[in-house]
């Protein structure tokens, strides 16, 4: 399809090499410690162009880490996660922990209520939509890798060009009816890891967030989808509970089509992706090492400070945590808590 990547910018102070016809680039020439504002708008351009950018073997530290993301606006932390006496692996709270390790550095064991959730994280998502003030960047950096024969990608699906190529009556349909979508962690869990969370009923868990499922992506003016697999039903008028089924899990498997797929390998500890989960999708990759080897990710969360970041939820209202479920079924001895 022309017209998606075939404009050229041209870039002064990086390297970028595209990964996919129409999204993706892994970028080269980035000074971490010491990126100029030159520099990063350069950064912040590519990320508009190719909603998500990998850079190799980069000398981030979780410190350095942190300070980069909060180039791009102010950071999610793991606080409000926090249960009293929790030990943590590390000390900067702006670091989500999406490895397979307990506090102690220990893998997780298979059946622990961490390694239930995050096999959420094997279906196509965006990052936060759950919340009422969602996400715009999320940073993810490999702090250590499984042997690279036992898989554990990362795979991102291009939600504007899912979007473009979606048939024209389909377009003018959903442009006409603007649906809100209502998005929950709880949900994402239970398609993840359906026995572990089977009483659980995401009406329940915690209060849903609220986000139009096509939006225009303010950096690139492009339109786009915004789905995945926390959108747990669609709202609106007229909007039956059957059509809404249909049409998510319908708007789900279109953007997970082959032609909108790429898969990141990761290479050397170091090695960071930054993808904009307001343009891509992404999940965890197939892998046969969990339980076994150990993958230690670690990933900031930027806010968004877009005009839709609060997408129709009322601004200010607090995030929710599904944790107190999890906490209460350990507390009935049902699981040990890891
Ligand atoms: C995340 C995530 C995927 C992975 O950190 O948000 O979805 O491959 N991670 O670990
Ligand atoms: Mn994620």
């Not at 399809?1 to 016809?21: A, C, D, R, Y």
């Not at 979007?163 to 009816?177: G, H, S």
């Not at 926390?230 to 509970?241: F, P, Q, V, W, Y």
């Not at 599904?322 to 906490?327: D, G, L, P, Q, S």
Request: aromatic share 10%; hydrophobic share 40%; with cysteine.
């Amino acid at each position: 399809m022309p017209g998606v990547l075939t404009q050229t910018t041209p870039f002064k102070t990086i390297t970028v090499k595209e990964l996919h016809p129409t999204f993706g680039a892994e970028v080269s020439g980035v000074d971490f410690e010491n990126s100029t504002d030159e520099q990063f708008d350069e950064i912040v351009a590519a990320m508009a162009k190719y909603g998500f950018c990998v850079f190799r073997s980069t000398p981030l530290t979780d410190a350095t880490h942190v300070s980069f993301s909060r180039r791009f606006g102010s950071l999610d932390n793991i606080a409000r996660f926090l249960t009293p006496g929790r030990a943590l692996r590390y000390e900067h709270l702006e670091l989500f922990d999406a490895s397979n390790l307990d506090t102690s550095g220990a893998i997780l064991p298979a059946n622990s209520p961490r390694a239930h959730s995050s096999r959420g994280n094997r279906l196509f998502h965006t990052d936060s939509s759950f919340n009422p003030r969602r996400a715009s960047f999320s940073l993810l950096r490999a702090v250590e890798l499984p042997p690279p024969e036992t898989g554990g990608n990362t795979d991102f699906a291009d939600s504007r060009t899912a979007w473009d190529r979606l048939p024209d009556d389909m377009k003018a349909e959903l442009l006409r009816d603007d649906w809100t979508g209502a998005f929950s962690m709880a949900h994402s869990r239970k398609l993840g890891s359906p026995e572990f969370f089977a009483d659980m009923d995401p009406v329940e868990a915690a209060p849903m967030a609220r986000h139009k499922i096509v939006q225009v992506h303010e950096a690139s003016g492009r339109v786009g989808l915004y789905v995945g697999a926390h959108l747990h039903h669609l709202e609106g008028e007229g909007m039956s509970a059957e059509r809404s089924k249909a049409l998510v899990e319908f708007l789900n498997a279109w953007c997970q089509r082959k032609e909108f797929v790429v898969s990141v390998k990761w290479e050397r500890e170091g090695d960071l992706v930054i993808w904009d989960n307001r343009a891509v999708l992404h999940r965890a990759g197939e892998w046969s090492g969990d339980g076994v080897f150990r993958r230690d990710m670690r990933r900031t969360t930027v806010h968004d400070d877009g005009e839709r970041a609060w997408g129709e939820n009322v601004v200010d209202t607090e995030m929710p945590n599904i944790n107190a479920w999890i906490a209460k079924k350990a507390a009935v001895g049902e699981v040990k808590v890891a």
